[in-house]
């Protein structure tokens, strides 16, 4: 009988996964990929506009980041990747600000002219460093940058995007963002950065474009006694799910767009964040800014807004609190006891990943597998 591998989600995780095995194993196996959802690339996905012609990012802003060069010049062997670095507003009480916080934002926001030093030596007295070990998200904030500025750039945009008290998040989510008493505003800390030129769902395609690839959309995997047919399953949907949810549900936040369209250029940058507690949403994309090598007369933003994910909603951010953790570490036991079957990326391991940590996991996988099936 021909073997067959099954692999559950046609995100990066399933498609690096099913390029690899189905490039790289001696004796060839039928790779069968199945999503629920009726499309590639899960939360990457990205389509044109029929309307604008504007490559849109359907799922929010996905920018491509990554230090690692084996990942950066594995995915930009299968598309072309034009330069781009995120630059990003935020909005406070009515004044436009630099973001992540650097130089210019201090100058800004306490209406100085400080050199770096001078600016480090007076951020360092906001600071609090009597916190030694920074436990919660607030926690972090205060013991690096003071009160004022978390008050203005972090409390109000993290209760808005996370629905809960900082004190609550771990310091984890705040390490994310560069601190620097510099000029540079690149957002993020990474030798490489880009989009790709033709939108993400490209790339993806591309991984399953193969002839023992089957690529099943619209298909939604429930444990069955047919899955022993399988030499080997890899699941990289929510992990709840897949055990029935029978210690509980995880959280996560979703978040949901509002849709608007325009003449010409709406707000002059890709991503502008709302920091202020009673604007409802956290941020506004115009996404004709994540492709400036292309022109478009009309333009397409949208409006974030960000809520507790319900049983039909899709999962973005898992919050991790204290309650997640126990129920994950439940699921985490019981993975134990499984056989021939793999779990993967951000919703199997219900962890906070960037695309290019999830495409660095499944290439690990994909070797460790083939290593031991060839
Ligand atoms: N954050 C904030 N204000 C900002 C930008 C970010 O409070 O203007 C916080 C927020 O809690 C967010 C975290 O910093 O979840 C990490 O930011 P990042 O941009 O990595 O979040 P993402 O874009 O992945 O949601």
Not at 77 to 91: D, G, I, L, Q, T
Not at 148 to 171: D, M
Not at 304 to 332: A, C, N
Not at 345 to 370: C, F, K, N, P, W
Request: net charge negative.
């Amino acid at each position: 009988m021909e073997k067959s591998i099954l692999i559950v989600g046609a995100g990066f995780s399933g498609a690096v996964l099913a390029h690899e095995l189905s490039t790289r194993l001696h004796n060839k196996r039928k790779i069968v990929v199945w999503d629920e959802r009726n499309h590639v690339a899960g939360n990457c996905h990205t389509q044109r506009d029929p309307d604008t012609g504007v490559m849109i990012h359907e799922y929010g802003p996905h920018i491509f980041h990554t230090s690692n060069k084996k990942v950066w010049d594995y995915v930009n062997s299968f598309v072309p990747f034009e330069p781009f670095v995120n630059r990003v507003k935020a909005v406070f009480q009515g004044q436009i600000y630099s973001m992540p916080i650097n130089l210019h934002t201090i100058n800004q926001f306490f209406g100085k002219t400080f050199n770096p030093k001078e600016a480090a030596d007076w951020i360092g007295k906001q600071a609090d460093t009597s916190i030694t070990e920074p436990k919660s998200f607030e926690e972090q904030a205060i013991r690096f940058l003071g009160k004022s500025i978390y008050k203005a750039f972090f409390y109000g945009y993290t209760k808005k995007q996370w629905g809960c008290e900082p004190t609550e998040l771990p310091a984890s989510i705040l390490k994310r963002l560069p601190v620097r008493f510099n000029y540079n505003d690149n957002y993020y800390n990474d030798v490489y950065q880009g989009i790709p030129r033709d939108g993400y769902t490209a790339i993806i395609e591309k991984m399953f474009r193969h002839d023992n690839i089957k690529l099943e959309l619209g298909k939604k995997y429930i444990r069955s006694e047919e899955d022993y047919r399988y030499e080997h399953i890899f699941f990289s949907g929510p992990i709840d799910q897949f055990f029935g949810y029978k210690h509980g549900r995880l959280s996560y936040r979703t978040v949901t767009f509002e849709r608007h369209e325009t003449e010409g250029d709406f707000q002059g940058n890709p991503v502008i964040n709302y920091c202020d507690e009673d604007v409802p949403y956290t941020r506004i994309h115009e996404h004709k800014h994540f492709t400036p090598w292309e022109t478009h007369e009309k333009t397409v933003f949208f409006k974030e807004f960000s809520k507790e994910t319900t049983e039909t909603d899709i999962p973005y951010y898992p919050k991790r609190l204290s309650g997640d953790m126990e129920i994950l570490q439940k699921y985490e036991e019981e993975k134990k006891s499984l056989e021939n079957i793999s779990f993967l990326g951000r919703l199997a391991t219900y962890r906070y990943l960037d695309m290019h940590q999830v495409i660095e996991e499944a290439l690990e996988v994909a070797d460790s597998y083939i290593s031991q099936h060839n």
